[in-house]
């Protein structure tokens, strides 16, 4: 027998009488029952926010990790963008992957072949139809509509823009360069001219800069007084800096 039942033929035995201490009975379990229902409410509003507040750190954590796994890179390393390659700056406390352990969803599009430039889309979700999405704007779609999906108001999706990234990569290189420059025009100060080939060697030698990918800055010496040091991204493009007395 249930306690509900037992109320109810406890009730009936008034005969229409109600008597304090079952009225009693019966208001305290109206009043416990209600109290359930708010504090299961509230608890499930709690569960709820935890996840979505987990799930906004999780995609902040990946989009780090894309940023990371850019600046980073070498020219042995530079190449297209992977799940692989992410995870490996992924945080140990955030364990990589989906709630339920699965792999991540990551598509990328190419914004500007010449500046290797991709937007890149993560999802951490187990939902099929995203994960599929996901994969289907990265497969056929075009940066600009992946920027404008929908799918960017989740807080399990994060899209991340390289061209920012490639531009910190480029200024680094180019920063190394003006160092490079520098160091050249000490040398026309106490030599009256530029240095030669095998100078220059030594000078990169002693100075050990280079890209930001570790290629090497070179010297184009077109006179005594006009030199042009230039640089080559690993996608082709050519840095340079024009030294000229």
């Known amino acids: 027998?249930?306690?509900?039942?037992?109320?109810?033929?406890?009730?009936?035995?008034?005969?229409?009488?109600?008597?304090?201490?079952?009225?009693?009975?019966?208001?305290?379990?109206?009043?416990?029952?209600a109290g359930v229902k708010t504090q299961a409410r509230i608890e499930t509003q709690?569960?709820?926010?935890?996840?979505?507040?987990?799930?906004?750190?999780?995609?902040a954590t990946y989009r780090r990790a894309v940023e990371?796994?850019?600046?980073?890179?070498?020219?042995?390393?530079?190449?297209?963008?992977t799940a692989d390659r992410v995870n490996q700056y992924v945080s140990k406390s955030v364990g990589g992957g989906t709630r339920s352990g699965s792999d991540i969803t990551l598509g990328a599009i190419d914004r500007d072949t010449t500046l290797d430039t991709q937007r890149?889309?993560?999802?951490?979700?187990?939902d099929d139809f995203v994960r599929a999405?996901?994969?289907?704007?990265?497969?056929?779609?075009?940066a600009d509509n992946m920027a404008t999906d929908s799918l960017t108001d989740r807080n399990d999706v994060v899209t991340v823009d390289t061209s920012n990234i490639r531009q910190e990569q480029i200024q680094a290189s180019?920063?190394?360069?003006?160092k490079q420059a520098e160091v050249m025009y000490g040398f026309w100060a106490q030599n009256g001219r530029f240095p030669g080939a095998a100078e220059y060697t030594s000078i990169s030698d002693d100075t050990g800069l280079t890209n930001f990918w570790g290629s090497p800055i070179d010297c184009v010496c077109l006179d005594n007084n006009s030199?042009?040091?230039?640089?080559?991204?690993?996608?082709g493009q050519t840095l340079t800096v024009g030294l000229n007395m």
Do not use: H
Not at 227 to 235: E, I, K, M, N, R
């Open 68 to 81: 990371n796994a850019l600046m980073s890179e070498t020219a042995g390393s530079f190449g297209t963008i």
């Open 46 to 59: 709690r569960i709820y926010e935890e996840q979505e507040k987990r799930a906004q750190e999780t995609a």
């Open 174 to 178: 180019l920063s190394n360069m003006q």
């Open 227 to 235: 030199v042009t040091l230039t640089s080559v991204t690993p996608w």
């Open 1 to 33: 027998m249930t306690f509900k039942s037992y109320l109810y033929r406890l009730y009936k035995r008034q005969r229409g009488a109600v008597s304090p201490f079952l009225f009693g009975m019966l208001a305290g379990v109206a009043i416990f029952s």
């Open 133 to 142: 999405r996901v994969g289907t704007l990265a497969g056929g779609g075009n």
């Open 120 to 126: 890149v889309m993560i999802t951490t979700s187990d």
